[in-house]
């Protein structure tokens, strides 16, 4: 039963993955400033990316495990797994402060976790508990 808790992190794990293997394209254009806007809007989306898909392996590893710091663990070697990955597909880079970024992604998933999901997985649970105590 323990292996269907690590499934979710699993199945995002290989989706990372995936997109991981997908060749990136350059961006091309002949005016300077147009390159260097489109270079940055590229650049900010990317980087979100990273937030949100790292964001969402530290919630999905947290269930797994039930430990933030094994999270944080799993999730960092991951991540440097991962760029260890693109320094062998074509098109992409490998590069330490997209390592970083992830670390950030993993500590922003934490705050929501703790913020958001927790006390609402805890009112459940006391929820599921006073119900058999009264029974």
Avoid at 14 to 33: D, K, L, P, R, Y
Avoid at 51 to 66: D, K, M, P, V, W
Wanted: with cysteine.
């Amino acid at each position: 039963m323990k292996f269907l808790r690590w499934l979710p992190a699993l199945i995002w794990m290989a989706v990372i993955f995936h997109f991981s293997s997908v060749q990136t394209t350059g961006v091309t254009g002949t005016h300077a400033i147009r390159f260097l806007s489109i270079y940055w809007q590229r650049f900010i989306i990317l980087k979100f990316f990273h937030l949100a898909e790292y964001g969402i392996l530290f919630t999905l590893l947290f269930i797994a495990t039930n430990s933030s710091k094994k999270s944080f663990l799993f999730g960092y070697l991951y991540a440097l797994s991962d760029e260890f990955h693109q320094r062998f597909t074509p098109g992409r880079t490998s590069k330490f402060s997209d390592t970083l970024i992830d670390l950030l992604g993993l500590t922003l998933g934490c705050l929501f976790y703790l913020r958001f999901l927790k006390p609402h997985i805890l009112i459940y649970y006391r929820s599921i508990l006073t119900s058999r105590q009264k029974n």
